[in-house]
Nanobody, 120 residues
Framework: VQLQASGGGLVQAGGSLRLSCLASGFTFDRYAIQWFRQAPGKEREKFSCISTYDGPTYFIESVKGRFTISSDVAKTTVYLQMNNLKPEDTAVYYC??????????????WGQGTQVTVSS
């Protein structure tokens, strides 16, 4: 199982980024893909998830209305569109796979992180 997160970068507040998580090594359209982030000095937090099987999504309150998540089964990729970014969104972003169709399940596999930096 491999997860490759990409798309991070430096952006000004109010800007947008799209992160990608390319998955391989498992049946992509049967399980959930989760997104976590870890800001400097803070614990890693789960902030979004999608069931690639039937599409339900999850977001924490602080990103609702600004972030959207989608999946492309043919490309085995989950996309995280982040709009109206704020400095408090600065963090290392990780995608993870619990290998369950359950966003609450503990991740079994992690991608490498991708840095998102939002300047004020």
């Amino acid at each position: 199982v491999q997860l490759q997160a990409s798309g991070g970068g430096l952006v000004q507040a109010g800007g947008s980024l799209r992160l990608s998580c390319l998955a391989s090594g498992f049946t992509f359209d049967r399980y959930a893909i989760q997104w976590f982030r870890q800001a400097p000095g803070k614990e890693r937090e789960k902030f979004s998830c999608i069931s690639t099987y039937d599409g339900p999504t999850y977001f924490i309150e602080s990103v609702k209305g600004r972030f959207t998540i989608s999946s492309d089964v043919a490309k085995t990729t989950v996309y995280l569109q982040m709009n109206n970014l704020k400095p408090e969104d600065t963090a290392v972003y990780y995608c993870a796979a619990p290998l369950k169709d359950d966003c609450d399940h503990v991740p079994r596999y992690w991608g490498q992180g991708t840095q998102v930096t939002v300047s004020s």
